[in-house]
């Protein structure tokens, strides 16, 4: 299975506060930006920052809600990510798997 990796997506989700809102967001079904930044510990302008960048992505998307908006996650596009995340998971474990053999090669040559 080969799964592009999307990079602005990736740059999103690697920030620890946006990773937050997402899991926030995800045990408490939504939130607007006030709700959320009362659960983390920075202020509310910086969470809607922070939303913004996350709704850029499609992570997120935001539905006007009175004076804000109410954020849910993208069920599609967090599948993507997971995806992407697993792909990348399995590359690597290939990668670590032969890296493991050569050394182990190595180890067998160097004991004769």
Do not use: C, F, N
């Amino acid at each position: 299975m080969s799964v592009a990796v999307d990079d602005d997506l990736w740059s999103a989700i690697g920030d620890p506060t946006r990773r937050r809102l997402l899991d926030l967001l995800l045990a408490d079904g939504d939130g607007t930006a006030t709700t959320l930044s009362e659960q983390l510990p920075v202020t509310r302008q910086a969470v809607a920052k922070h939303l913004g960048v996350l709704d850029r992505v499609g992570l997120v998307h935001g539905t006007p809600a009175g004076r804000e908006r109410r954020y849910r996650v993208d069920d599609a596009q967090l599948a993507r990510a997971v995806a992407q995340l697993s792909a990348v998971g399995a590359t690597w474990d290939a990668r670590i798997r032969r890296i493991t053999e050569l050394a182990e090669a190595v180890q067998r040559r160097q004991e004769r």
